[in-house]
């Protein structure tokens, strides 16, 4: 809980500046209808963390922007379907859903919520800035993200928690690290292979086999093993990751 209110404690100032910004702009009519932040969600449905996220962005913004705002929310169902293929519909509903409603801001929460507003931005709310929480710094090259598009990155650097396991047993020489085949579970073998050298380890990949259902998508299932010598040769037969 700690961690997921520190990413929102680091996106308010942003959102809160954007919202100033806008609201300095004359109303368009006196009927205009209070400044609106829209929060997108990559995922398909609430979690206990976006629970968190979006309560603390509620409260941060009213008790910090001191004027009437309305927060909506809408979630694009990430895990289902890719966006890349229903992504323009997808914009073209958000616009009419939400042109009437006084959009100032939008919050990204997480990389794919990103991407989908860096691309359809325009065809949403043209010319509204934007504001991320939850995305990795290795995901996004920051030089490439336009002048209004801020917020806080996570450093998903899995050193510290290597160190943890390997104190509270010290005797480990492999940690299995299960995970899928999506671009996402990738990018952990970069993460683990970075973080293993230092601490005297290698890493490894290892295929568990094609699970169920796979016929539409790789989702296989690999483990990443980081494996270190303690000072004497390691003669273990090798595990296979479908066996542990």
Request: proline letters at 7%; one cysteine or more.
């Amino acid at each position: 809980m700690t961690a997921v209110c520190a990413r929102v404690r680091g996106a308010v100032p942003a959102l809160l500046l954007f919202l100033s910004l806008a609201a300095s702009v004359p109303a368009m009519s006196a009927d205009e209808p209070p400044a609106g932040v829209l929060i997108l969600y990559s995922n398909q449905r609430a979690t206990p963390a976006q629970v968190i996220v979006e309560d603390a962005l509620r409260t941060a913004v009213a008790d910090g922007f001191k004027r009437p705002v309305t927060v909506y929310s809408e979630y694009l169902d990430d895990e289902w379907t890719a966006l890349e293929s229903y992504g323009p519909k997808q914009a073209e509903f958000l616009r009419e859903k939400y042109e009437r409603r006084n959009i100032r801001v939008i919050v990204a929460n997480a990389f794919p919520a990103l991407r989908f507003v860096l691309q359809f931005r325009d065809r949403i709310v043209p010319g509204v800035p934007l504001v991320h929480l939850a995305v990795a710094s290795d995901r996004v090259d920051r030089k490439t993200l336009p002048a209004d598009v801020v917020g806080t990155f996570e450093d998903n650097d899995p050193t510290p928690t290597l160190e943890l396991a390997l104190r509270l047993h010290p005797g480990v020489g492999r940690i299995v690290l299960v995970r899928g085949a999506s671009e996402l579970d990738r990018r952990w073998d970069v993460r683990i292979g970075a973080a293993a050298e230092p601490l005297g380890g290698t890493a490894d990949e290892r295929s568990a086999g094609k699970s169920r259902g796979a016929a539409a998508r790789d989702d296989r299932v690999h483990a990443g093993i980081f494996q270190r010598w303690r000072g004497q040769r390691h003669d273990a037969a090798p595990v296979d990751p479908a066996d542990r």
